[in-house]
């Protein structure tokens, strides 16, 4: 298995948002990929945008300055 | 076959639409459910398609954009969502059965339902949108453009009567997305409601609804989603709420690639030529003994659905299509048109009518074929 790691995760409540949140990150090139949901946040299903977490600020920013829709924004081990 | 039926399908889609269609059969996998490349893919096609027909039709978030299968589910969906039992509608004699029998639905269990006249055009009288107004009303559910006689309804009229007195405004625009501009936004709709296979050039089994922001439809389905498996009801937030199930992705990628043709070729340019094929299959018939024609033909200025329809004397209208199809290969609907009080208004509820409909793909030759088709068809009487 991959060695794990503290990771920023942001979490939606909708695809349709997760998808936002990646098609902003491309265009504007903030760091990250989406992932599946880690349990340890949220036991089900669906996407999450996972980056490293020193980026925290720069995402509280950048989601707040273009309008993205999140559930929760997280440090965690994943 | 010449194919003048494009108000119940368009039959010829531009090649990119097919191209788009093909692509994501062979490619994508299930929207929204894992992270591999094919789910992803298919979550990126669909975000793809919200944002382009947000932008189509003046909506400003992606997330208005709801899909459905047709605009019979997405009037469903916004009908039975937002009025309640003891809640009064307005609506016209123009509609489809799509508006008519969700209301019928509901006036079962308490809904009242008031209809605004109709005058000897087929146009709704505007005036009675207002004097029909109660205390309780609280929707006007209103087509953009009758399929029957293609009469264009003028939305933004009854869109700012709706405002004035606090009415959400529903509206049917089977007959006119894609070809007329329309803006949410700008005009005042609470929802409207679209189809992809008519005037937008996209496949089958897709829609949609474009809803206000902020509005809450109380869902019609509820299932699987790709996010909160262990919650016991559907997602409040949109797009997400209206949206059960597995998206046909395929489908949407059609779509998506439709309005991209439009928007690529221009709205105007493919009205422009629908409009002209009208007329000149208008003023090649209006004169045709027994020929009569249903809807509004007075203003050539003010646009109308691209659709001329007729009875020629008592002849049984099933029997025009079927001489038109069998011996001249043109392919028209007969009959009755899914309009019931569109065809008490205007008398032919008996005969039906031939509804002959043009598309972009049509031809000034197809238009005149039919014409001499009809001319012949009088001649030997």
Same mark, same amino acid.
């Given at each position: 298995?991959?060695?794990?790691?503290?990771?920023?995760?942001?979490?939606?409540?909708?695809?349709?948002?997760?998808?936002?949140?990646?098609?902003?990150?491309?265009?504007?090139?903030?760091?990250?990929?989406?992932?599946?949901?880690?349990?340890?946040?949220?036991?089900?299903?669906?996407?999450?945008?996972?980056?490293?977490?020193?980026?925290?600020?720069?995402?509280?920013?950048?989601?707040?300055?273009?309008?993205?829709?999140?559930?929760?924004?997280?440090?965690?081990?994943? | 076959?010449?194919?003048?039926?494009?108000?119940?399908?368009?039959?010829?889609?531009?090649?990119?639409?097919? %191209?788009?269609?093909?692509?994501?059969?062979?490619?994508?996998?299930?929207?929204?459910?894992? *992270?591999?490349?094919?789910?992803?893919?298919?979550?990126?096609?669909?975000?793809?398609?919200? /944002?382009?027909?947000?932008?189509?039709?003046?909506? !400003?978030?992606? +997330?208005?954009?709801?899909?459905?299968?047709?605009?019979?589910?997405?009037?469903?969906?916004?009908? !039975?969502?937002?009025? #309640?039992?003891?809640?009064? *509608?307005?609506?016209?004699?123009?509609?489809?059965?799509?508006?008519?029998?969700?209301?019928?639905?509901? #006036?079962? !269990?308490?809904?009242?339902?008031?209809?605004?006249?109709?005058?000897?055009?087929? +146009?709704?009288?505007?005036?009675?949108? #207002?004097?029909?107004?109660?205390? +309780?009303? !609280?929707?006007?559910?209103?087509?953009?453009?009758?399929?029957?006689?293609?009469?264009?309804?003028?939305?933004?009229?009854?869109?700012?009567?709706?405002?004035?007195?606090?009415?959400?405004?529903?509206?049917?625009?089977?007959?006119?997305? @894609?070809?007329?501009?329309?803006?949410?936004?700008?005009?005042?709709? %609470? *929802?409207?409601?679209?189809?992809?296979?008519?005037?937008?050039?996209?496949? /089958?089994?897709?829609? @949609?609804?474009?809803?206000?922001?902020?509005?809450?439809?109380?869902?019609?389905?509820?299932?699987?989603?790709?996010?909160?498996?262990?919650?016991?009801?559907?997602?409040?937030?949109?797009?997400?709420?209206?949206?059960?199930?597995?998206?046909?992705?395929? @489908?949407?990628?059609?779509?998506?690639?439709?309005?991209?043709?439009?928007?690529?070729?221009?709205?105007?340019?493919?009205?422009?030529?629908?409009?002209?094929?009208?007329?000149?299959?208008? %003023?090649?018939?209006?004169?045709?003994?027994?020929?009569?024609?249903?809807?509004?033909?007075?203003?050539?200025?003010?646009?109308?659905?691209?659709?001329?329809?007729?009875?020629?004397?008592?002849? %049984?209208?099933? #029997?025009?299509?079927?001489?038109?199809?069998?011996?001249? +290969?043109?392919?028209?609907?007969?009959?009755?048109?899914?309009?019931?009080?569109?065809?008490?208004?205007?008398?032919?509820?008996?005969?039906?009518?031939?509804?002959?409909?043009?598309?972009?793909?049509?031809?000034?030759?197809?238009?005149?074929?039919? *014409?001499?088709?009809?001319?012949?068809?009088?001649?030997? @009487?």
């Amino acid at each position: 298995m991959r060695k794990r790691e503290l990771r920023l995760v942001i979490t939606f409540n909708t695809t349709a948002d997760a998808m936002a949140m990646e098609a902003a990150c491309k265009k504007e090139e903030m760091p990250g990929r989406l992932i599946p949901v880690p349990s340890v946040i949220s036991a089900g299903c669906g996407l999450a945008w996972s980056t490293d977490e020193s980026f925290r600020g720069d995402f509280e920013v950048f989601t707040e300055r273009n309008g993205l829709s999140f559930s929760d924004m997280v440090s965690c081990v994943v | 076959m010449i194919y003048l039926d494009n108000a119940a399908t368009t039959r010829k889609k531009p090649q990119c639409v097919i %191209d788009a269609v093909v692509q994501a059969m062979t490619s994508l996998g299930n929207a929204g459910r894992g *992270v591999h490349e094919a789910s992803l893919g298919a979550a990126r096609t669909v975000f793809a398609a919200r /944002q382009h027909l947000a932008e189509f039709f003046g909506a !400003k978030e992606a +997330n208005q954009v709801v899909f459905t299968m047709n605009s019979t589910e997405s009037l469903n969906i916004a009908i !039975k969502g937002l009025i #309640e039992p003891g809640d009064h *509608v307005i609506t016209t004699r123009l509609e489809h059965n799509s508006v008519l029998r969700p209301l019928y639905q509901l #006036e079962e !269990k308490g809904t009242e339902i008031s209809f605004a006249g109709c005058d000897e055009f087929g +146009n709704p009288v505007y005036e009675d949108f #207002e004097k029909l107004i109660r205390s +309780n009303t !609280k929707a006007i559910v209103c087509t953009h453009g009758s399929n029957l006689t293609g009469n264009r309804v003028d939305i933004e009229k009854v869109a700012g009567i709706a405002k004035k007195n606090g009415l959400l405004f529903i509206v049917d625009a089977s007959q006119t997305g @894609g070809v007329f501009p329309i803006d949410v936004t700008k005009t005042g709709i %609470d *929802v409207l409601c679209f189809t992809g296979h008519k005037s937008m050039l996209g496949p /089958q089994g897709t829609g @949609g609804m474009i809803v206000r922001k902020g509005l809450e439809i109380r869902p019609l389905l509820s299932g699987g989603t790709g996010v909160h498996t262990y919650s016991k009801t559907q997602p409040e937030e949109m797009p997400t709420r209206l949206e059960a199930g597995t998206l046909n992705g395929h @489908g949407i990628s059609g779509l998506c690639a439709a309005a991209e043709y439009i928007t690529k070729t221009g709205m105007d340019v493919i009205r422009a030529k629908e409009q002209k094929l009208m007329w000149r299959f208008f %003023d090649g018939v209006k004169e045709l003994d027994g020929v009569r024609i249903y809807g509004d033909f007075r203003d050539r200025n003010f646009e109308r659905c691209p659709i001329v329809t007729i009875n020629i004397g008592d002849y %049984d209208s099933s #029997e025009v299509s079927s001489e038109l199809f069998e011996d001249y +290969n043109i392919a028209t609907r007969p009959g009755a048109h899914c309009a019931p009080l569109m065809h008490e208004a205007l008398g032919t509820v008996k005969q039906g009518a031939v509804r002959f409909s043009f598309s972009y793909s049509n031809t000034e030759e197809e238009v005149d074929a039919a *014409v001499s088709a009809l001319k012949k068809m009088i001649e030997e @009487g």
